[in-house]
């Protein structure tokens, strides 16, 4: 755990330190540019964040079900795999969907109108 806090501390750190070198090579962003948008790669990453982790705690569920399943029952394992590939892909879906969105967000972002900055 100490290895993870350390590993995303420093990854926010650096995160932050190249946001500003990337927004004053832009040239002529305005600071409320630059604010609009640091918010936004804020708010795309703590959405992901919790897109992968609400699909990784239900693949996991879904795993740890099926392993049960096969477990108690060997001759069913055909059809409690299938069943776990479909459900996993239907999970992980979630999360492109999240991704999408987020990419949406950062490079085509239908709010930029409303802001006064697009």
């Known amino acids: 755990m100490k290895r993870f806090v350390w590993f995303s501390g420093v990854s926010v750190f650096f995160v932050l330190a190249l946001a500003s070198v ?3 090579a832009e ?3 305005s600071p409320e540019a630059i604010g609009f948008f640091s918010w936004i790669a804020v708010a795309t990453g703590i959405g992901m964040a919790i897109a992968a982790a609400g699909t990784g705690i239900g693949q996991g569920n879904g795993v740890r079900g099926a392993c049960d399943g096969i477990a108690r029952n060997p001759d069913a394992s055909g059809k409690i795999l299938t069943a776990l590939i479909l459900g996993l892909a239907m999970i992980e879906s979630l999360a492109i969907y999240t991704l999408v969105i987020c990419l949406i967000l ?3 972002n239908p ?3 409303l802001m006064g900055l697009g």
């Open 22 to 24: 990337v927004f004053a």
């Open 27 to 29: 040239g002529a962003a």
């Open 106 to 108: 950062i490079f085509a």
């Open 111 to 113: 709010f930029l109108k």
